[in-house]
């Protein structure tokens, strides 16, 4: 069970809209609709951002969106605010009780 | 609300075995659906999942960890117990844990504890 590949950064100005690609297997993202994607501050613990793929927990922006092609999960982040800059990783369920996260992704808004 | 809360050791040698511990509160342990996880992050890099443990006394663990990996769980005392053997300096990282979202084969963490830093040094 590897990590799942996520770009180790990627950036966009204000208001510009970046997508985080993470690439697994058949085995863990192809293979069921369970990825969730987490942001993570320097210094502070993970906060949930999507769920399921798709889902929003209450008090997400709706500015964050999450989709899934094969074994490669996306999260976009359009209108791309000051406040968006931190670290985004990717979990999807492996089965057997198993969960894998992604190596992470530093944003940077320009 | 719910709220978790690691608490353990600090400091820990080489080849001893770190045990850490999960009080929650908010929902409990036995109710149907339940689960509680580890994962952990060592110092500048990326979370690791370690371990689940689920209301039924099931149980997951990472792969890689397995064999060093032992999650329990005490429903009177709210608390979850992750314990981890042969400790090395690698293993030197913030350890959370975190209450699972979803049911089923749904797992996402909605809740998370502050963490507990763990150095592995002689």
């Known amino acids: 069970q590897s990590a799942l590949t996520q770009p180790r950064s990627v950036s966009g100005s204000p208001g510009q809209s970046v997508t985080i690609s993470c690439t697994g297997t058949?085995?863990?993202?192809?293979?069921?609709?369970?990825v969730s994607w987490y942001q993570q501050h320097p210094g502070k613990t993970p906060k949930l951002m999507i769920y399921?793929?798709?889902e929003r927990p209450s008090g997400v922006p709706g500015r964050f969106s999450g989709s899934k092609s094969g074994n490669t999960a996306s999260l976009t982040i359009s209108g791309l605010q000051a406040d968006d800059e931190a670290d985004y990783y990717c979990c999807s369920y492996a089965g057997s009780y198993t969960l894998v996260f992604g190596g992470g992704t530093k944003l940077t808004v320009l | 609300q719910i709220t978790l809360k690691e608490s353990g050791p600090t400091l820990v040698n080489p080849t001893q075995t770190l045990t850490l511990t999960c009080t929650v509160s908010?929902?409990?342990?036995?109710?149907?659906?339940?689960?509680v996880g580890w994962i952990r992050q060592p110092p500048g890099k990326a979370l690791e999942w370690l371990a689940l443990?689920?209301?039924?006394?099931?149980?997951g663990y990472s792969p890689s960890l397995r064999r060093r990996l032992t999650i329990s769980k005490d429903t009177s005392k709210n608390q979850v117990v992750l314990s981890l053997t042969n400790m090395d300096p690698v293993d030197t990282a913030t350890y959370y844990c975190?209450?699972?979202?979803?049911?089923?084969?749904?797992?996402?963490?909605?809740?998370w504890g502050q963490g507990a830093l763990v150095t592995v040094s002689s």
């Open positions: 908010g929902f409990s342990l036995g109710a149907s659906g339940v689960a």
């Open positions: 975190a209450h699972r979202g979803g049911s089923g084969w749904s797992h996402y963490f909605d809740y």
């Open positions: 058949s085995s863990d993202v192809g293979g069921y609709d369970y």
């Open positions: 443990i689920y209301w039924d006394d099931d149980k």
């Open positions: 399921e793929v798709t």
